[in-house]
């Protein structure tokens, strides 16, 4: 548990109002970028709320053509897959939602991106090897 989630911890506890809770907060809560196929969407939902829990803004996609079923073109998929980098790029951390270990090119590349950066990366499943 980090300092940060110690504090929250104790807040809640004590019952603070949110007014009360923002005048004492001077740190900026980390950000963390979930990355994943589109194909995910409420995992990576799910997995958005837990982060917000933990008080941590959380950066998502925004956009899941794969489950809305909504067609975009190559130009747009390009622009999407670019905004999922300048994501990870300001994030502290990242999260791959990779469901029954699934990874596409878009997220390797996001991985990849990450790891160039030194951010932590974490898993919702164990990755393949």
Known sequence: M?????????RMRAKLSPMEYEKEE???????AIIGSSKF???????????????????????????????ISDE?????????LKKIEQADEVIVVNVNTYVGQSTRRGIEHAKKL???????EPPRE
Do not use: N
């Open 76 to 84: 747009q998929k390009a622009m999407i897959d670019d905004l999922t």
């Open 2 to 10: 980090t300092d940060y989630d110690s504090r929250c911890d104790a």
């Open 26 to 32: 001077t740190m900026r809560p980390k950000q963390v």
């Open 118 to 124: 030194d951010k932590p990366i974490t898993y919702l």
């Open 41 to 71: 969407k409420l995992q990576q939902l799910g997995v958005a709320q837990r982060e917000t829990l933990r008080g941590k803004i959380v950066l998502l996609p925004g956009f899941w053509h794969h489950v809305d079923m909504v067609p």
